[in-house]
């Protein structure tokens, strides 16, 4: 994996004060999201303002309809996981339900949260009979060392040129300023895409029951939150009562 823009977007100045991990050990994801994104603002003010801006502009767009809604069905994928093999909907629900995590990509710091903190709950996923994959535009050549250096106990697939995600209704255009920021941070969406274009989809979960229908959801068109994993928990110990 190409780590330096992960790194140029984690990098915390020397500082007397608890360093994150420090600080967010032992907390709820939304609070690891919260300190993370308080110290990316201080460190990174021109990244935090454009992000502002481009949450500001889909939350302009939303209006409550992006994405799935409760008891639609989930459109079918049959997609390459970081090892090359195809996983799709159906192979997954043949156990039980599924737990699909649309990220942005293995380069995005809040997704590495998101990620880190599914892997703390798979085995209760599992032990509710449940299975988790995450969905990411980037290619296999970046999933496959990104799933084995944060040990993640559940493939990753590609969204290759992000088909899928606009199935889901759920990408957008970056913008031209954020797009700027990334190429200064060393954030290469058109080699991790494998592509020309500038689009990336909107962070969401979805709980999909055995019957294809989603059962839970949460779309994040602010990607700095995400589904805290008593939610996703929740949800799955409702479909085994149910």
Not at 34 to 60: I, M, Q
Not at 100 to 109: A, E, M, Q, T, V
Not at 160 to 186: H, N
Not at 216 to 242: D, K, S, T, W, Y
Request: net charge negative.
């Amino acid at each position: 994996m190409d780590d330096s823009a992960e790194a140029k977007l984690e990098e915390t100045k020397p500082s007397s004060h608890p360093t994150t991990s420090q600080r967010v050990e032992d907390t709820s994801l939304s609070a690891k999201l919260s300190t993370y994104r308080e110290e990316s603002g201080n460190r990174l003010p021109a990244f935090a303002k454009a992000y502002d801006e481009l949450v500001e502009r889909l939350h302009v767009l939303d209006q409550g309809q992006v994405g799935l809604k409760l008891g639609e069905p989930m459109p079918h994928f049959c997609l390459p996981d970081d090892s090359g093999h195809l996983i799709s909907l159906s192979s997954l629900l043949k156990s039980g339900p599924a737990v699909i995590s649309i990220n942005r990509g293995h380069w995005c710091p809040y997704c590495k949260f998101d990620l880190q903190s599914l892997a703390s709950i798979n085995d209760q996923i599992e032990q509710l009979g449940a299975r988790t994959i995450s969905v990411m535009p980037d290619s296999a050549r970046f999933t496959a060392s990104y799933v084995e250096t944060n040990k993640l106990p559940f493939p990753v697939l590609s969204d290759i040129d992000l088909g899928y995600s606009l199935s889901l209704g759920l990408i957008f255009w970056i913008g031209a300023e954020i797009q700027k920021l990334y190429t200064q941070a060393g954030v290469d969406l058109e080699k991790y895409h494998g592509n020309q274009a500038c689009f990336l989809p909107v962070a969401a979960k979805f709980i999909v029951g055995r019957d294809g229908l989603v059962k839970a959801r949460q779309v994040n068109i602010e990607f700095r939150e995400r589904m805290e994993p008593a939610a996703i928990i929740a949800a799955l110990q409702g479909l085994r009562a149910g």
